[in-house]
């Protein structure tokens, strides 16, 4: 019932910024967690940030913290995850995520729907 668009993907240099967009649909986008994964090819889906459906807890990847955040606004019913300082390390498909749970979670399991992810490619 709920989708997940995401959107702000992109080629980008090593060192430069993104910020990707996650607009929600089809629920009470304040009801939930919300958190971004990121998965390379060949590689597993990789937890990157989550944040508190009030927005008052967040968590990082310790990779990118200092360089990444992420907020949301209810009101927009989207989430945002800003990114700085990126490496190359970093580049992978990044996917938007929702769950029921109030409070953040690194989890994967812990989420209950899933956009279908944006491109993030950074060069050296």
């Known amino acids: 019932q709920v989708q997940l668009v995401e959107s702000g993907g992109g080629l980008v240099q090593a060192g430069g910024s993104l910020r990707l967009s996650c607009a929600a649909s089809g629920r009470t986008f304040s009801s939930g967690v919300m958190g971004w994964f990121r998965q390379a090819p060949g590689k597993e889906r990789e937890f990157v940030a989550t944040?508190?459906?009030?927005?008052?807890?967040?968590y990082y990847l310790d990779s990118v913290k200092g360089r990444f955040t992420i907020s949301r606004d209810n009101a927009k019913n989207t989430v945002y995850l800003q990114m700085t300082s990126l490496k190359p390390e970093d580049t992978a498909v990044y996917y938007c995520a929702a769950g029921r749970r109030v409070g953040a979670t690194m989890k994967l399991e812990e989420y209950d729907y899933w956009g279908q992810g944006t491109q993030v490619t950074v060069s050296s």
């Open positions: 944040i508190s459906w009030s927005g008052g807890v967040a």
